[in-house]
């Protein structure tokens, strides 16, 4: 399978990156806006997971090169360009493709981080109404920690929440999630169930707030 | 410490009931719009206790009488009758008692259960706003499986997590759920953060829902 991370130089981007190409053989495709920063981030992180012994490629390309090639394409972008970047994609995109949107729309108070979902719902509604007719689009990864996934030696052991309504899609994204050591996918249900899940995002930042002794939180559903 | 359950014979405060009397010293009463209704199930619950060793006595009174006896009084209602539930138990409030809110306010549709918060922006804020002056109040218990609870052979290890604006509130609350064995009280912050966690509500049963291993599912943030 070929992974696309578009805006894979970001934290997100980073921890996704260096889990496949350290748990799997994906190949993963990192996707920018500028080639170069997307070429400098893969030597970097194929750096971070040669000196562990894994003899992996991971590539860059501009988001549009980068989606092309590739058979799931993760939207690790802020929600505020997501929309933007799968329109920007749109031609490199086929019903047989995954788009897989993380991000979460949140506001800031003095209390902490709060959900604030675009007028479609939430942002894996917003991603489904941009994305080409036919290509599915899978909600995952909202309650993942950015610097847990880029710490390889860090224990995961928490569960990451889908939502979708193409069942193909999703089982392709539970398997790539399965390929992590420590990941667990788990279905929450169709894309009308988004919002509770992007609310996981807002939540995790809070509780990592208010407890010191619990920073790049994750959550396990028992 | 004296705990009402008001709603008491419902699921939820049976669950609560019979793990602080299992667990605890704490007295608990059952609280209940009908006092008859609330004597038999402080019977029913204490049977249940007893049974396994625990020499107990749950009382049962109705609403405003349990909440006028207690230190901490939980709101185990429909989310639908907090507001009106604490303003008919209010002269039994003081300042030094704790309000304790579970309720999370959802809408169901066909994909499964959504967040519907009221336009307080939260349960949390509507018990609030209705509580008298200077009585704090709590959210919390909106991520405890009422079923798991009640079956005292069921292992916990989930987390219970707590929102308020008043910190001897919240230790108290806090205390409370350590009593239990197997739960950890987990601070998510302020009461304007409270949407973010009465969201764990509706997200936990479409887990369930889609998951047919998963019944009475709680949550750990690990």
Chains 1, 2 share one sequence.
Do not use: C
Not at 42 to 65: L, P, S
Not at 98 to 122: K, W
Not at 158 to 184: E, H, M, N, S, T
């Amino acid at each position: 399978m070929r992974i696309a991370l578009l805006g894979g130089t970001g934290d997100l981007g980073e921890g996704l990156a260096l889990r496949w190409a350290f748990h799997t053989n994906h190949d993963v495709v990192i996707g920018s806006r500028d080639p170069d920063d997307a070429h400098a981030a893969a030597d970097e992180y194929a750096d971070i997971v040669t000196e562990r012994g894994r003899d992996v490629k991971i590539t860059g390309f501009e988001n549009g090169m980068a989606a092309a090639r590739a058979d799931v394409v993760v939207l690790a972008v802020p929600p505020y360009h997501v929309a933007d970047t799968v329109e920007s994609v749109a031609d490199g995109l086929a019903s047989d493709d995954v788009v897989v949107t993380p991000a979460a729309g949140m506001q800031r108070d003095e209390a902490g981080f709060h959900a604030h979902p675009p007028t479609a719902g939430s942002v894996t509604a917003l991603v489904a109404d941009a994305a080409p007719e036919g290509v599915p689009v899978v909600g995952a990864f909202h309650s993942l920690s950015a610097g847990r996934l880029a710490d390889l030696d860090a224990d995961l052991g928490i569960d990451a929440l889908l939502v979708g309504d193409d069942g193909r899609a999703k089982d392709v994204v539970a398997g790539l999630i399965a390929d992590v050591d420590g990941l667990r996918a788990l279905d929450a249900g169709g894309l009308a169930n988004a919002a509770e899940v992007e609310s996981l995002t807002p939540l995790l930042i809070n509780l990592s707030r208010e407890n010191d002794d619990l920073a790049d939180l994750g959550v396990s559903f028992r």
